[in-house]
């Protein structure tokens, strides 16, 4: 990666998080619903109805960069059935998207691609003070839901709008997102609110202060509140009136597990029934459908969990720590896939997460290809081992990685060491002829944290 490209990367990370911040200002903090009840039922309704209409629903966890997650997915997605796979994008059926609940629309985001012109929309609810849901990847909104968000503010989605920001999708590209901020603007369980899975699965996300994710290092996970306050002029006392404030900032320390918002009893009878499936449509025979599934693997010990690229954090990261909006893209995971299927019908085996910006030495690669790769894992030695036997200190590689979605495999070999509980070494290489034999960890390795 040389100089211009880091720059660049750089430059874009921090001109989105500075944008994205500033965003909320425009309007003062509102009341919000009332104090969330312990146990309580907000949501009613799965967002699509009819079982007919999709394959399943995938569970958290869901290791996928395609769909943005490097990461394991702390969200539920409703897989679409395939309409023409063969399209580029492929496109899918789509299904009607009701209102899960009686909810206070807080924001609507809207992505309109550059290329492709496709637009996709993300709605914000906030069904009590510290809770807050969403749907995401929808690719239209209905006439009526539209004509209610016009009602209350007047163009939120045009291309004109002084809200609206450049960004970068790695599934779409290039794309421009306008945000509307809605004050009192109420829905109705089952309202229609437009259609969803043309291009991708329909994301369902909850996040709640009242929870919170016991990541080894949280405050890479959470917005800094010193960073807010110096970005927007004024202080910023709490998360929660930042919530107010910007109603599209997630706090991925505190995500949830949406299921339980229909009644936290899995036996009652407002707990959805759910048929959860893979990103291949495959059906968990051995899953009673009672949670979401998880999305935290880590260990202190072991080099299982996620990483972050050292360059990318340094640029933003304060004494109190500050979250990067999506800064997995930019990440390495090292987890279990327990959500897919390998070749050989498993789950809960290892496999790599690349996002972007991860150098490649030697070779035609100037960067590693962002995908998900599956290795043949051996027990014992110091090559292609399962993440939880590494041991700190120690150098490991990894050969014959190939990718999930069949796109190409990596010829090359990949080089890990853990240096303490939260530093890792890594290099990959792709020279023709290349495997764990004839190379080593050098001088141009790079650094991740977590």
Not at 63 to 89: C, E, K, Q
Not at 162 to 175: K, Q, R, V
Not at 265 to 271: G, L, N, R
Not at 400 to 413: I, Q, V
Request: proline share 5%.
């Amino acid at each position: 990666m040389n100089a211009k490209t880091k720059m660049t990367k750089r430059t874009f990370i921090l001109s989105t998080l500075l944008l994205v911040l500033g965003q909320g200002c425009s309007q003062a903090p509102t009341d919000d619903p009332e104090t969330c009840l312990a146990g309580a039922t907000y949501l009613t309704h799965l967002p699509v109805e009819a079982q007919s209409d999709y394959q399943g629903v995938i569970p958290q966890g869901l290791i996928a960069p395609v769909l943005g997650d490097v990461f394991p997915s702390n969200r539920i997605y409703f897989h679409p059935f395939v309409d023409d796979a063969g399209a580029n994008p492929a496109t899918f059926s789509e299904f009607a998207v009701t209102a899960p609940g009686n909810l206070e629309v807080k924001a609507v985001r809207m992505r309109e691609y550059d290329l492709s012109g496709i637009r996709e929309y993300a709605i914000f609810f906030k069904p009590c003070s510290s809770i807050r849901i969403y749907l995401d990847h929808l690719s239209s909104l209905s006439a009526e839901f539209q004509d209610k968000l016009n009602e209350a503010r007047e163009s939120w989605n045009s291309g004109d709008s002084s809200e609206c920001i450049p960004g970068n999708d790695a599934f779409l590209g290039d794309y421009n997102e306008c945000l509307g901020r809605f004050y009192r603007v109420t829905v109705d369980a089952q309202d229609f609110l437009g259609t969803a899975g043309k291009y991708r699965p329909l994301a369902l996300g909850a996040y709640d202060q009242e929870e919170e994710v016991p990541y080894l290092t949280p405050e890479h996970y959470t917005q800094s509140l010193s960073v807010i306050s110096d970005t927007v002029g004024l202080v910023v006392s709490s998360h929660k009136v930042w919530e107010v404030l910007s109603p599209t900032y997630l706090d991925y320390k505190h995500a949830a597990c949406p299921l339980n918002y229909y009644g936290l009893d899995p036996t009652a009878a407002s707990f959805p029934t759910v048929h959860f499936v893979d990103l291949a449509g495959n059906a968990f025979a051995d899953w009673d459908g009672t949670n979401c599934g998880t999305f935290l693997e880590q260990s202190a010990a072991r080099a299982t969990g996620n990483w972050f690229l050292e360059e990318v954090m340094d640029e933003v990261l304060q004494s109190d720590g500050v979250g990067l909006f999506g800064a997995d893209r930019f990440g390495l995971s090292l987890a279990h896939d327990y959500v897919n299927e390998n070749a050989g019908g498993d789950r809960g085996y290892p496999a790599f997460s690349f996002g972007e910006a991860i150098a490649i030495t030697g070779g035609g690669l100037a960067e590693f290809p962002m995908g998900r790769y599956d290795f043949v894992v051996n027990s014992a030695g110091t090559v292609n081992r399962d993440f939880n036997s590494l041991i700190l200190n120690t150098a490991y590689c990894w050969e014959g990685l190939t990718r999930r979605d069949g796109a190409s495999s990596f010829a090359g070999a990949v080089w890990l060491k853990m240096t303490d509980a939260h530093t890792l070494t890594f290099q990959a290489f792709d020279t023709p002829g290349d495997d764990c034999s004839n190379t080593a960890l050098d001088g141009f390795a790079l650094t991740f944290i977590r």
